[in-house]
């Protein structure tokens, strides 16, 4: 558990870690012998602490101790087994104990001290012979005869058992449990202080490795503060099931004590039960490649699905660590997902696709989108012509998939968004002093209103002929009529249609209405012209380029071209 960060060294020492076995040990040693330390007026009795009564041991000799209270007696006796303990059963100040040697089968020991008389009953002996109801013992293999002194305080001719003394243990010797005890970078606290009954009982218990209690409550004893965290509605499984799934309870070269390989990361204890495959695609999380699983998940328990440290809603998760992002989630238009959950739309561990998307960026964007939008996913799908960014799934060339200051979350106003890419038309713009319409508001759509895919050409909204020379329909003029007038070449002659006639002559009739008309953008430039009308300043035509020039008079002009002679024009005064 998060508690294993006590241990961070080999040589842990300190009167601080003392003081703390002194109090471990004592609730450990209370825990174990089922009595709490006596009071000053303790009631006379007999209590057996080791061996415990229907016990199963497998080696034939153990330690029997106990405790007499609250009564003037001068010695102990023990019958049933063969005391085998140098001068018999020891008995000072309150507390006794002997090594004893046991018959094979069941052994009935019986304790007297005064007139107060204790019988357990012990089995020692094949596991499959033992009589119903003997539980399992575990004892210290290979017994040898036990100094009271060496854990419990001795003064004034009696026993302290409030306090345990910090006996430092000699278990990790080459004979025993080996040396290498406390010699990795992390290390658990008692072990640093060698003070090993501070977990293990030195008399024996019903848990394996002699544990003086089970192994989330022994654990409990120091770390208390972690009993909160753990009745968190949401709490990890190996939790539940003991800290030592996940932390060695000695060392580790991970930290937490983790039960991670040598050097390894926290992950590398994670994939013990979680499918690594999800975590090692192309495109990794950051704290996923750094094996850092707990920057966003608590180990241990949480309120949050998933033991999220934080909820995924609002991206409250994400911004732990990319609070630098937080003013480009929160502008006028935001993009639903952002607000529910980031998950949405990438993985939080690993990915084949950049960002960590959970599919390419098109798919993704379509799953959602095909739904809200079906009329625009199936124009897309039979458009002749489409946008670039959408034919190469590139929806994010355009708009901000978080949020934006601007309708459908675009990346910028239109205009500016546009010249991004079609930069030399942007120049041409700025360069220019008449602007048509849609581009002086900026908006572009309002002639490439198809803007994903279109069946024109260009995205145009409706259709336009691209060519030079193109007989006239006005049909074929659709996308201009929108706005303006569609009868202004309907008549070769008028007064009122149009201020480009020479008189009564309709000039736009005479260049237009003929087999070999001229289309608008013959002369007209779409977007934008340094010259009055929009006229452009060249005539494009192959792969030559005629200059016009057009002077306005009030009530007429003048236009010098490479395709005819100099034209002059005057509505009042008709030049022709």
Same mark, same amino acid.
């Given at each position: 558990?998060g508690?294993?960060?006590?241990g ?5 020492k ?7 076995m002194l109090l ?11 009595h709490?330390?006596?009071k ?6 007999l209590?057996?602490v080791?061996?415990p ?10 330690n029997?101790a106990?405790?007499?209270?609250g ?6 006796t ?14 000072e100040?309150?507390g ?7 018959r094979?089968g069941?052994?009935?020991i ?10 357990v009953?012990v089995?020692?002996?094949?596991a499959?012979k033992?009589?119903?109801?003997y539980?399992r ?8 005869e ?12 009696k ?6 003394v910090?006996?430092r243990?000699?278990c ?7 040396s290498?005890?406390?010699?990795e970078k ?8 060698g003070?090993?009954?501070s977990c ?6 019903f @848990? ?14 120091c ?9 968190k509605?949401?709490v990890?499984p190996p ?15 991970v930290?937490f004590?983790?039960n ?5 990361s926290?992950?590398?204890l994670?994939?013990n039960?979680?499918?690594?495959t ?8 950051g704290?996923v490649g ?10 241990h328990?949480?309120?949050v699905?998933?033991l ?9 998760l ?5 609070a630098?992002?937080?003013d480009?989630?929160?502008l006028k238009?935001v993009?639903?997902p952002?607000?529910?959950?980031c998950?949405l739309?990438?993985?939080?561990h690993?990915s084949?696709?950049?960002?960590q ?5 098109n ?15 199936k ?5 002749k ?8 799934? @590139?929806?994010?060339a ?12 675009l990346?910028?106003?239109m205009e500016?968004?546009?010249?991004t890419?079609?930069?030399?038309l ?5 360069d220019?002093?008449?602007r048509?319409?849609p581009?002086?508001?900026g908006?572009?759509?309002a002639?490439?209103?198809n803007?994903h895919g279109?069946?024109?050409?260009k995205?145009?909204? @409706? ?9 006239y ?5 659709d996308?201009?009529?929108g706005?303006?007038?569609k ?8 007064t009122?249609l149009?201020n480009?006639?020479d008189g009564?002559r309709?000039?736009h ?5 003929r087999?070999k008309?001229?289309t ?16 452009r300043?060249e005539?494009?035509?192959g792969?030559w380029?005629y200059?016009?020039?057009?002077t306005?008079?009030?009530n007429?002009?003048?236009?010098v071209?490479g395709c005819?002679?100099p034209?002059?024009?005057d ?6």
């Open positions: 558990m508690s294993a960060r006590l961070t060294t080999a040589r842990y300190g009167i601080g870690v003392c003081l703390a471990t040990a004592f609730f450990v040693f209370c825990q174990a012998t089922g709490a330390a006596p000053s007026k303790a009631k006379a009795g209590k057996l080791a061996p009564d229907k016990a199963f041991v497998t080696t034939s000799q153990i029997l106990g405790v007499v209270q009564m003037d007696v001068k010695s102990v023990i019958k049933g087994v063969q005391v085998v303990s140098k001068g018999g059963v020891k008995f100040g309150g006794f104990g002997a090594l004893v040697k046991l094979k069941a052994n009935t019986t304790v007297t001290a005064g007139k107060l008389s204790r019988t009953t089995f020692y002996g094949d499959k033992r009589p119903k109801g539980i013992y575990y004892v210290h293999a290979g017994q040898k036990m100094n009271c002194r060496e854990c419990h305080r001795y003064r004034r001719g026993y302290d058992f409030k306090r345990n910090p006996a243990a000699d990790t010797t080459a004979r025993c449990h080996g290498k005890m406390a010699t992390f290390v658990h606290g008692p072990v640093g202080a003070v090993c009954i293990h009982s030195p008399h024996g218990s @848990r394996k490795n002699q544990l003086a209690r089970d192994d989330q409550e022994l654990c409990m004893v770390h208390e503060a972690k009993r909160t965290e753990f009745s509605k949401v990890h939790v539940e099931e003991g800290c030592t799934d996940c932390h060695n309870p000695h060392q580790s070269p930290k004590q983790l991670a390989g040598k050097g390894e926290v992950s590398a994670c994939f039960c979680h499918d690594e999800i975590f090692t695609k192309k495109v990794q999380h704290p750094a094996g850092d699983c707990v920057a966003c998940h608590n180990a328990a949480s309120d699905e998933k999220l440290i934080a909820p995924k809603a609002d991206g409250a994400c911004f732990q660590c990319h630098d992002r937080r480009s989630f929160s238009q993009h639903a952002v607000m529910e959950d998950g739309c990438h993985d939080p690993s084949d696709y950049k960002m998307l959970v599919k390419p960026q798919v993704l964007c379509k799953d959602c989108h095909v739904k809200k939008s079906p009329r625009l996913f124009q897309i799908a039979s458009a012509f489409k946008h670039q960014p959408v034919d190469e799934g @590139r929806c994010a355009c708009h901000r998939p978080h949020s934006s200051n601007y309708k459908p979350l990346a910028n106003s500016k968004l546009c010249f890419c079609h930069v030399e942007g120049e041409e713009v700025a220019s002093r008449y048509h319409g581009v002086k508001t908006d572009c759509t002639c490439h209103s803007i279109s069946p024109y050409v995205l145009l909204g @409706r259709e336009f002929p691209m060519n030079f020379y193109d007989s329909a006005p049909n074929k003029y996308l201009c009529f706005c303006h007038n009868n202004i070449a309907k008549k070769k002659t008028t009122e149009t480009f006639r009564n309709n000039l009739f005479l260049h237009v209405n087999k008309g001229r608008c953008t013959a002369c007209h430039g779409a977007h934008a012209s340094s010259q009055a009308k929009h006229v300043e005539v494009p035509f792969g380029s200059p016009i020039q057009y306005r008079t009030k007429g002009g003048t236009c071209v005819h002679a034209k002059t024009y509505r009042v005064k008709p030049k022709s």
